[in-house]
Each structure stands twice: as structure tokens, then as C-alpha cells.
């Protein structure tokens, strides 16, 4: 037997995959897992295309064994195997992947299962393991080969015997360092966590020997742990799955399943795109605002899934932050991965799903609004602020996005309304869109400043958050009719009021006047005669951009 050395520069490029490029260790049992599913997809892609070879998905698994004493973790596949040349050639030199040559020679363009790409995921097995041995036979093959290394020093491969084609990868794990558990890797329940969460929507099964708890056989109440079979992993997942076998409730036990919140969600959205970037979606809107919505600790996002491995737990650039509610996953096929498939190319395809995934969420919400809109208020009262900021932030980039999807409570009908409703309604001669700041609805309807506009029978806006008046002055009109407060010094109205009038009663007041602006100084600009009051005998008015109202919010902001 003889010993072949790995090239200088594998060595080196061993020796910084095993200690940088992977953040974590679990992750050598999701490319192992991967490996093994890529191995499977290779025997159906050829099945495919050879008429000799059927393909009978039942007995095609991937098993996870770990035995505690001997300190090993065996992952075994019924996939096509490898040769003594493919064992040299793809484990023997890093960075080769036999996986992306089989996606070219077969001419796959509908390969896009087969996971592998970077020839560098085998090895993150020695991240854990001390001795990495594989056994394989290849597909057409009467013999078996063993492949051995203990790392950076060089491989050996001998034949060796195996009845079935596959292979068969057994980790001798290491031993517990001061700063590392190892140990873990071969309990149980960890493993099969990892499998859960790395890998469960491989296409094949992934069995393990799980103990359970059972009744003794004839025993009514004694207790033995017996080892059984179990497959871990779901399979097909649910976004794989057509719309028209999923019910609300498949729905609605992912998000449970997947912890996206504890309440039941409001909205699932599905999408399944087959463009110029392939991607499947599930999206939900929560009912309820999360605990830590609020809170420095939240984190936007979604999971994202390349080719139903998951990639990333949280995918902020996904969504823009005024969806930033959204949760869910998104699962493509065309990513560009960078190497430790733990991060992303910043590139053409995600933004491309980015903006497909905003329209989407986009016409779901005004679909809501349009046909279900008690829903819709309820979403509302939850997450109408991050809307309004989301108009209000970035200058105002994303106004036309998001004001169809305003809502303030309207002094007409005494409910939450859209600006197009408000619009819809105005009698002709109305020029603006009149809005009244408050802390309540009750304190807004008893100001002053309305008693004119609303006498005029035009309807009010009640801006109650502190983030309206700032997100109205970003929209600045809409439907070509300018926002207008009912406490600005010309509201539009009084034009038709007779200015003589106004000008003999100035005259008549004058010394009052200036006796008030005297007492006042300069907390008041000027104090004139006004036709805006009703039943009140004085209001404030303010004639610059600034409202009053908005002036106390940023005097009450941290400088
Ligand atoms: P990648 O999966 O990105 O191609 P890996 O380093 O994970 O890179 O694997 C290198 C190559 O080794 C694979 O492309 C494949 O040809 C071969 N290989 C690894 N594991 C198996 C397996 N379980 N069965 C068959 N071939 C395998
Ligand atoms: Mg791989």
C-alpha cells in the first residue's frame, strides 16, 4: 500500500478549511448528508437516461450511525458510489468536484438537485474527525475501494470488500479539547437535530437508530429502551409541494413548526417562480406583533434554502425594512454560494428575488385590504407603523410603494380609511386633503382647528402616531391633492370668506391685539381675526413647513 501526498498548496488549503472557513462544526454532517443525497440523485439522473437502470426511490437512504464507544459516526448512502479514479480525483484533490463535472457531461439543466459544487464540503469532516475513512463501490463496479486520511499528511487507498454500491464515510470523531465538545457529535439527540435542521428536506430519506421508550413485551407496566429505525428528515418540502394539495392548515403548522411565531398567522403567501431566477417561497404576515418587534434584539429576515439545504437563518436582505414583520423562507436553486455555503455572493439573483418577494408581499397586503379588511385593519393596528416609517425613511423612496396601503381614522366614518377612499369622496371644489395631529381621536375632535373644515363638510384625517404628519409631508400629495393640516394659517377655505369684513374687524381690535402679542411676546408670530372658529374663541395656527404638532415630537427627540 502506498502513501500518496496531498500537493503543497492542498495542504495548505486544508489547513485553512478546517480551521476558517466554517463557522461551525455541525455543519461537516450537512455536507456529508449533502454529499450523500448529491451520490442518490446521480443514480436517478442516470436511470433517466439508461434503459438498463431503474430507479425504485424506496431503496435509496442515507443512514447516520454513531456508536458512543468506539468514537464513531458513520454516514452511509446507496448512491452511485466512487471508482478508485474518482476516489483520487475527487477526495484526493481539493477543490474538485466530481458533482460539478457530472452536472456538465450529463448536460443536467434540470440537475439544479444535485447540491454539490465547490469540491471542498468533504472535508469539513475533519473539523471533527480525527481519521476520515471511506469505503465505496462504484455503480458498474465488482470492486471496493478504501480511502484513508488523517488529514493534511496524505491519503491511502486500498481495495477492501462491500457488497452494495455506495458509499459508506466513517468518521473517527476527536477527542474533547478544553474549548471544544466534540462528544456531542455522536449523541443522538444532537445528530439528530443537525439532521433537522441542516438537512431536512433532503429528497431521500435520512434514517438513524433512535432509542425509544416501550413497553416490555407482556408487561403492563415495565419499561425497556429499544433501538429503532427511524427517518428524521421530512422529505418534500412543503414549498415544493402545489398549492392546490396544501391546505390553510399545512400552512400554519410550518409556521409552528418552524417557530416563526407562537401565534397563528394572519396571512401564508406561497410562491412559486420559474423565471429568470427559480425560486419558491413561503411567506407569512404574523397576527400579532412579536415580543421583541420593538426591540434592538429583533432581527428581520428570512431562512434561505439552496436547493433545500439551508444556507442562512436569517436573510435580511430579503426584505426591506418595512416589511421587516415577514417571516418565512425562500428556497432556490440558482444562488451563487461562496464556498462555505454559509453566506452569499451579494448578487444579481438574491436582489432579483428580493424585489419579485417586496411586489409580492405588496399586492398580498392590498389584496388583503380589497377583500378581506377587517384582516387587513387587524394587520394594521399591528404593523401600520412600520409602514408609515417605511414611507417616511430614505427620503421618501418608497412612498409610491406603500401609501395605497395608509390607513388613518376619518371623522366621516369614524373608522380606519385608505387615502384613495378619502380622495374618492371629496366634493370638487375640496383643494386638500385636510389631516388634524392629536394624541387621541376624542382630543383631535374637540380642537378648534377643525370646527371650520368640518363645518365645510369635508372630511378629517386624525393623525394619533407620531410618525403620520412626518410620512404625510414625504408623500406631499397624493392623487395630485396636497396634504393640508387643519391648523396651517391658510386652509384653503377662508378665500371665500369676505376679506373686507375681516380687515374692519382687525381694525376694530387693534389695540386688543396688540395688548395680547404684547403679554404673548414671542411665543406667537402674530394674532389675527379668524373665520376658522365656530364655538371656540381662539385657536393656534402655524404658517411654516413645520406643524406644531411635529415641532414637539422633534423637541421631544434625543439630540
Ligand atoms: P462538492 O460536493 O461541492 O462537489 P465535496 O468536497 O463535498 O464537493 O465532494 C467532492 C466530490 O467527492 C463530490 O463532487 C463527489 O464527486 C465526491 N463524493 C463525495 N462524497 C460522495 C459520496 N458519498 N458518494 C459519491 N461521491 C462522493
Ligand atoms: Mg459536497
Redesign the pocket.
Known amino acids: 500500500m502506498e502513501t500518496k501526498q496531498f500537493k503543497a498548496e492542498s495542504k495548505r488549503i486544508l489547513d485553512m478549511m478546517i480551521h476558517s472557513i466554517y463557522t461551525h462544526h455541525e455543519i461537516f454532517l450537512r455536507?456529508l448528508i449533502?454529499?450523500?443525497s448529491?451520490?442518490i440523485d446521480k443514480i436517478y439522473y442516470k436511470a433517466l437516461t439508461d434503459e438498463a437502470l431503474t430507479f425504485d426511490k424506496d431503496s435509496y437512504y442515507i443512514k447516520v450511525a454513531a456508536d458512543k464507544e468506539n468514537r464513531t459516526l458513520k454516514i452511509i448512502?446507496t448512491?452511485?458510489?466512487?471508482t478508485k479514479e474518482?476516489m483520487e480525483n475527487?477526495?484526493g484533490t481539493i477543490a474538485k468536484?466530481?458533482?460539478?463535472a457530472f452536472k456538465s457531461e450529463n448536460e443536467l439543466k434540470d440537475g439544479y438537485d444535485i447540491?454539490?459544487?465547490?469540491?471542498?464540503?468533504?472535508?469539513s469532516a475533519f473539523m471533527v474527525a480525527d481519521t476520515v475513512t471511506v469505503i465505496?463501490k462504484a455503480l458498474g463496479s465488482n470492486e471496493a475501494y478504501k480511502w484513508e486520511s488523517e488529514g493534511a499528511d496524505g491519503y491511502t487507498i486500498a481495495p477492501c470488500e462491500k457488497d452494495s454500491v455506495g458509499?459508506e464515510?466513517i468518521l473517527t470523531i476527536k477527542e474533547n479539547t478544553e474549548d471544544e465538545n466534540y462528544d456531542e457529535f455522536l449523541e443522538e439527540y444532537r445528530l439528530k437535530s443537525i439532521i433537522k435542521k441542516y438537512s431536512d428536506f433532503i429528497r431521500y430519506p435520512i434514517k438513524m437508530d433512535v432509542t425509544s421508550r416501550k413497553l416490555k413485551e407482556g408487561s403492563e407496566n415495565e419499561y425497556e429502551d429499544v433501538l429503532e429505525e427511524q427517518v428524521i428528515n421530512s422529505m418534500v418540502p412543503i414549498w415544493r409541494k402545489n398549492k392546490q394539495e396544501l391546505t390553510q392548515e399545512d400552512y400554519d403548522n410550518f409556521y409552528a413548526e418552524k417557530r416563526y411565531g407562537f401565534d397563528k398567522p394572519l396571512k401564508s403567501i406561497h410562491i412559486s417562480v420559474d423565471g429568470a431566477v427559480r425560486y419558491n417561497a413561503i411567506l407569512y404576515i404574523p397576527e400579532k406583533i412579536p415580543f421583541d418587534y420593538y426591540s434592538q434584539e429583533y432581527e428581520k429576515g428570512l431562512e434561505l434554502y439552496s436547493s433545500g439545504v439551508l444556507i442562512m437563518n436569517k436573510c435580511a436582505d430579503l426584505l426591506p425594512d418595512y416589511f421587516s414583520f415577514v417571516k418565512g423562507m425562500v428556497d432556490s436553486e440558482d444562488l451563487s454560494l461562496n464556498i462555505s455555503r454559509e453566506m452569499l455572493q451579494h448578487d444579481r439573483q438574491l436582489k432579483l428575488i428580493a424585489k419579485n418577494i417586496n411586489k409580492k408581499i405588496k399586492s398580498e397586503l392590498q389584496s388583503l385590504l380589497k377583500n378581506e379588511r377587517d384582516q387587513y385593519v387587524e394587520f394594521y393596528n399591528s404593523f401600520g407603523r412600520q409602514l408609515k416609517f417605511g414611507v417616511y425613511s430614505d427620503f421618501g423612496t418608497h412612498k409610491e410603494e406603500l401609501q395605497d396601503l395608509l390607513m388613518f381614522y376619518s371623522s366621516k366614518e369614524k373608522k380606519l380609511v385608505t387615502l384613495d377612499e378619502y380622495v374618492s369622496r371629496m366634493p370638487e371644489e375640496q383643494k386638500y386633503i385636510y389631516y388634524a395631529v392629536g394624541d387621541t381621536n376624542e382630543r383631535i375632535e374637540k380642537l378648534p382647528q377643525t370646527e371650520l373644515v368640518a363645518d365645510k363638510g369635508y372630511e378629517i384625517l386624525y393623525f394619533t402616531d407620531d410618525i403620520d404628519e412626518f410620512a404625510i409631508k414625504m408623500i406631499m400629495s397624493y392623487k395630485e391633492k396636497e396634504f393640508k393640516s387643519v391648523s396651517s394659517g391658510d386652509l384653503g377655505i377662508e378665500a371665500d370668506e369676505s376679506g373686507k369684513e375681516t380687515a374692519a374687524e382687525e381694525a376694530e381690535n387693534k389695540d386688543l391685539f396688540e395688548a395680547m402679542k404684547e403679554a404673548l411676546g414671542d411665543k406667537v408670530k402674530a394674532i389675527r381675526v379668524s373665520k376658522r372658529l365656530k364655538s371656540h374663541p381662539v385657536c393656534l395656527t402655524a404658517d411654516g413647513e413645520v406643524s406644531i404638532e411635529m415641532e414637539k415630537v422633534l423637541n421631544a427627540m434625543p439630540n
Open positions: 455536507e449533502s454529499n450523500a448529491d451520490a448512502d448512491g452511485i458510489g466512487m474518482e475527487n477526495l468536484s466530481g458533482s460539478l447540491i454539490g459544487q465547490f469540491g471542498v464540503g468533504f472535508y465505496s458509499t464515510i
